[in-house]
């Protein structure tokens, strides 16, 4: 008679998280919890289960824990990506995590994308500029589905901070506008309903803030957890700014 192979042992994870705490000084330092694996845990279970046992200060952000929100982004081993869709069982049983570099840290994992995203839609203006007074009773206009794909390809961008985090450029500039700014502009350059031109995206990112600081470095690419073709983005508006500035 044969029996079921006893199941195996859960894993135990060691997670050095770094730790600070904004205005309150002290050198940031790792900081080491254990605990056992559970079948299917996200690093948003782990970190919740550690705030819930073991320690109510950490901070971290989540929202939508879907991968939808963009708030739970972080270093994971030290490369950017979300919490909430990574998979404890993707990663060895000790592990760092440290919140995204270049972004304001609030505490502990939680930093503040938001003030920092915000900023860069003021700067880029990244709403559709209308070509005049909007007729509310007008029938709107048919758009190619192609292009409409394409907008929306680029609109799928969740605002996470992974591609600034992993930007050098970002890291050394603080006027760099980044991947997700130069993404936006790609997507308000291709709406036919923004009545702005090149000459005005020139302004807006045709400088070492804007597209041509962009070294093709490409970090936000590889880490983009949306997995948006900012390669080809930011290709693609490099040549677009260079012939505007050559006019
Ligand atoms: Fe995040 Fe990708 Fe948007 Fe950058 S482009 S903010 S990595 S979703
Ligand atoms: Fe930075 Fe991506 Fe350019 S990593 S340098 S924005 S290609
Ligand atoms: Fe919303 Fe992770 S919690 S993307």
């Known amino acids: ?28 330092r790792f900081e080491a919890f254990q605990l056992d694996e559970s079948e299917g845990m996200t690093l ?14 950490l901070q971290f952000d989540f929202v939508c824990r879907a991968g939808i929100c963009g708030s739970c982004a972080m270093l994971i081993n030290g490369k950017p ?9 993707d990663l060895s049983s000790e592990f760092t995590l440290a919140p995204l570099p270049v972004f304001e840290v609030i505490g502990d994992l939680s930093v503040n994308t938001g003030r920092w995203m915000r900023a860069m839609a003021e700067r880029l203006e990244t709403w ?27 609109d799928r961008c969740i605002e996470c901070g992974c591609c600034v985090a992993a930007c050098g450029t970002a890291q050394m500039r603080a006027d760099f506008i980044g991947a997700v700014g130069l993404n936006k502009i790609a997507r308000f350059r291709l709406d036919p309903r923004d009545r702005r031109d090149d000459t005005d995206y020139y302004a807006l990112v045709g400088d070492d803030g804007g597209i041509f600081g962009c070294m093709s ?4 690419h590889d880490v983009c957890p949306k997995g948006l073709s900012l390669r080809s983005q930011l290709a693609y508006l490099r040549r677009k700014m260079a012939a505007q500035g050559l006019r």
């Open 81 to 89: 990506g979300l919490a909430c869709r990574t998979l404890t069982r």
């Open 128 to 154: 559709i500029h209308e070509q005049g007074t909007p007729d509310l009773d007008a029938i709107e206009a048919p758009m190619e589905p192609a292009l409409a794909e394409a907008i929306y390809e680029a």
């Open 44 to 57: 948003f279970i782990a970190l919740n289960e550690i705030r819930a046992t073991m320690d109510p200060s």
């Open 1 to 28: 008679m044969s029996r079921d192979a006893p199941a195996p042992a859960p894993r135990r994870l060691t997670l050095h998280v770094l730790r600070s705490h904004a205005g309150e000084g002290g050198e940031p």
């Open 217 to 220: 470095l490409l970090g936000c």
